[in-house]
């Protein structure tokens, strides 16, 4: 079992940037993936982003590119995204999530990830 936690979610402006985490516990070894999914008002969750636990390698949505970056800290069993310059559209609900099968070669679909957190709220003022 994987226990996730999101934090650093909140009211900010335009333009702000913002740094979501993401502690992870429990079996953090079998972790494989983990990724970021957002969920706005009256739309379906979507990818945002994902990084290889061991590897540290990050993959974006094409939407997010160049805006958005993710890290992790390993000692810390902890994923983080970086928001720079937001914007009202990236007001949602922010989801981590971990795979530790590894057994998927896309990682862009809900469906590769076992354990989620409860998410964290983004809104952004205009």
């Known amino acids: 079992q994987v226990q996730l936690v999101e934090s650093g979610g909140g009211l900010v402006q335009a333009g702000d940037s913002l740094r979501l985490s993401c502690a992870a516990s429990?079996?953090?070894?079998?972790?494989?993936?983990m990724g970021w999914f957002r969920q706005a008002p009256g739309k379906e969750r979507e990818f945002v982003g994902c990084?290889?636990?061991?590897?540290?390698?990050?993959n974006y949505a094409d939407p997010v590119k160049g805006r958005f970056t993710i890290s992790r800290d390993n000692a810390k069993n902890t994923m983080y995204l970086e928001v720079f310059r937001l914007k009202p559209e990236d007001t949602a609900v922010y989801y981590c999530?971990?795979?530790?099968?590894?057994?998927?070669?896309?990682?862009?679909?809900?469906?590769?990830?076992?354990?989620w957190g409860q998410g964290t709220q983004v809104t952004v003022s205009s």
């Open positions: 990084i290889g636990w061991s590897n540290g390698r990050a």
């Open positions: 429990g079996r953090t070894n079998s972790i494989y993936v």
């Open positions: 999530a971990a795979d530790v099968s590894g057994g998927f070669t896309s990682f862009t679909f809900e469906s590769a990830y076992e354990y």
